[in-house]
């Protein structure tokens, strides 16, 4: 695990975003973790939220000429991201879409620099996939072209019921259905390895057991 990734984990940990316990999933599973990034609601973890995206994304190798924040995560998501961007040298321009279109002023849906070149989607997870595929239509509809997808946690999960697990799991089938790179900040295998690595607080330790079972259970290879 990079360096990178340990410290998105420990940073979602410390910022209460990553929590463990027993949580329902959207998928009826129970998990023995939870990530939510509406809780990064302040500015000061918002801005290292957005300097880990932007680390990714340049990291990454990926050619891109803008970013794209679908509704609603995704917008303070892509707007943050274009901050931290420019902070890094690298000045960008992001639009988001709304949800329902405007029928005054400058109308329509997408919010922001038009939509052209090449795309990163920005969100904070993929579960059904909804979300990017709306995007990737947006996207292609302006003429412009979807080069990748950007997210923060990977959970690395096989999608579907239980009775019928595919082997693939909802990051990999967005990204065999579109051709695109799916990139994350960190995974499911990045958590494991943060837990197991963090013997010294058996509040974090506990949990280990259940986490490898639940990656076995509902894992991907």
């Known amino acids: 695990m990079n360096n990178l990734r340990q410290e998105f984990i420990a940073f979602s940990v410390a910022s209460g975003v990553l929590r ?36 990714t994304l340049l990291d990454s190798g990926v050619e891109f000429d803008m970013l794209f924040g679908p509704a609603y995560k995704g917008i303070t998501l ?26 005054h002023g400058e109308g329509g849906t997408i919010v922001g620099a038009k939509l052209q070149g090449r795309v990163v989607i920005i969100d904070d997870v993929i579960s059904a996939g909804t979300s990017v595929r709306e995007s990737v239509a947006m996207i292609r509809a302006a003429g412009a072209t979807p080069c990748a997808v950007l997210i923060a946690l990977d959970r690395m999960e096989r999608s579907g019921k239980d009775d019928a697990l595919s082997a693939k799991s909802a990051v990999d089938e967005v990204g065999r259905e579109f051709g695109l790179p799916v990139i994350s900040i960190g995974n499911l295998n ?8 963090a013997s010294a607080d058996p509040q974090l330790a506990q949990y280990k057991d259940a986490v490898a079972a639940y990656r076995t259970r509902y894992g991907v290879n």
Not at 190 to 197: E, G, N, P
């Open 190 to 197: 990045d958590l494991l390895t943060y837990i197991s690595a």
């Open 78 to 103: 892509a707007s943050a991201t274009a901050v931290a961007m420019a902070a890094e040298g690298r000045n960008v321009a992001f639009s988001y879409n709304r949800k329902e279109a405007k029928d």
């Open 20 to 55: 463990f316990g027993e949580f329902v999933t959207k998928a009826g599973r129970t998990s023995p973790y939870f990530f939510n990034a509406g809780l990064f609601n302040e500015g000061g973890t918002l801005a290292q939220l957005a300097q880990f995206y932007a680390r």
